[in-house]
């Protein structure tokens, strides 16, 4: 019965954001990307502006803390959008075959978009409880910046695709002639930080949640 409740949940919650079935049978949700992102950023606007009158000790701090997030997602929001679109224009291309849509380009913007959701998620579980005297300003905020954190990375992995994207040649997933792009590709991935996919934040991309079913469509 518990699996069934949350399994429903996130049903209602994918369709908040606008998703809606791509058949009359069950099928994935198809979900539209600005509509995603207009969800985003309406929840953290929010947000940001019910805790922005701020309150003196801990709590205060903790309030400024989740505005300040709040305000970093949106403007990792704001680089994304055209990269997801501009990725959900030209993955096609890389396919596996015509009947089987799969490949890395599909793969990292879903986990983007699980980000994003859970996020939506969490942005709408805070507006729903924030005046109750149960509710934790400080750990919502530190929810929030896993979150934020995470979203950072991805950022930094799209635009390591876009990379690729634009250095391969047409309809190629993977470096033909290379001059130094593997090495540079691998240099820059280890780089970045990966400890943010961990804790709050571990598994977000697989949990049965909203965000990592359906598909994108502009």
């Given at each position: ?16 954001v ?7 049978l ?9 509509a ?11 947000n ?48 596996f ?75 190629n ?46």
């Amino acid at each position: 019965m518990a699996s069934s409740k949350t399994s429903g949940g996130s049903s209602r919650l994918e369709k908040s954001v606008n998703g809606r079935r791509s058949s009359k049978l069950k099928g994935p949700v198809v979900m539209d990307t600005k509509a995603v992102f207009a969800a985003l950023h309406s929840v953290c606007d929010e947000n940001a502006e019910f805790f922005s009158g701020g309150s003196k000790g801990s709590q205060g701090d903790a309030a400024r803390r989740l505005v300040d997030t709040m305000k970093l997602i949106k403007e990792h929001a704001r680089s994304l959008e055209p990269i997801i679109s501009g990725f959900t224009q030209v993955y096609h291309h890389f396919d596996f075959d015509p009947h089987i849509p799969a490949n890395g380009y599909r793969s990292l913007v879903k986990v983007v978009r699980c980000c994003l959701v859970h996020i939506i998620q969490k942005g709408r579980y805070i507006t729903a409880n924030r005046r109750s005297i149960f509710f934790r300003v400080a750990h919502n905020a530190g929810e929030m910046e896993a979150y934020c954190n995470a979203l950072c990375q991805l950022r930094a992995l799209l635009y390591l695709a876009q990379r690729m994207l634009h250095d391969n040649s047409h309809g190629n997933l993977f470096f033909k002639d290379e001059s130094g792009l593997s090495e540079t590709f691998v240099r820059e991935y280890t780089s970045m930080h990966k400890g943010c996919f961990y804790g709050r934040c571990l598994g977000f991309q697989v949990r049965g949640a909203a965000g990592c079913r359906g598909s994108w469509q502009e």
